[in-house]
């Protein structure tokens, strides 16, 4: 069973930074790929961030283009823990942030929320103005 938990969340200001994680369990496919997505209220969830790996290898790893050199996916290895490092939060990133993970590589639906099998809680992020 895969399992999948958020946090990092909080209040910051314009500019400022903050660290989401989510921890995972359960993710056993040969090749998948775990997503990070954001929603507000009234609105469909959107990408963030993914990355696909392959035998344990990272391979492909994008980010939506108004969050691009700002935000950064990692992965810690032995704690099965991937990270959204956001620098220079804006206004307009506040939302509340999930991860997300599926099964395989298909590169052209890592963007989209209904590929993603299974989801974490959500965490909030808000950036003050």
């Known amino acids: 069973q895969v399992h999948l938990v958020e946090s990092g969340g909080g209040l910051v200001q314009t500019g400022g930074s903050l660290r989401l994680s989510c921890a995972t369990s359960?993710?056993?496919?040969?090749?998948?790929?775990i997503g990070w997505f954001r929603q507000t209220p009234g609105k469909e969830r959107e990408f963030v961030a993914f990355r696909s790996w392959s035998g344990g290898s990272p391979l492909t790893t994008d980010y939506a283009d108004s969050v691009k050199g700002r935000f950064t996916f990692s992965r810690d290895n032995p704690k099965n823990t991937v990270w959204l490092q956001m620098e220079s939060l804006k206004p307009e990133d506040t939302a509340v942030y999930y991860c997300?993970?599926?099964?395989?590589?298909?590169?052209?639906?890592?963007?989209?929320?209904?590929?993603?099998?299974?989801w974490g809680q959500g965490t909030q992020v808000t950036v003050s103005s």
């Open positions: 359960g993710v056993t496919f040969s090749t998948y790929t």
């Open positions: 997300a993970a599926r099964g395989g590589l298909d590169v052209s639906v890592s963007t989209s929320a209904s590929a993603y099998n299974f």
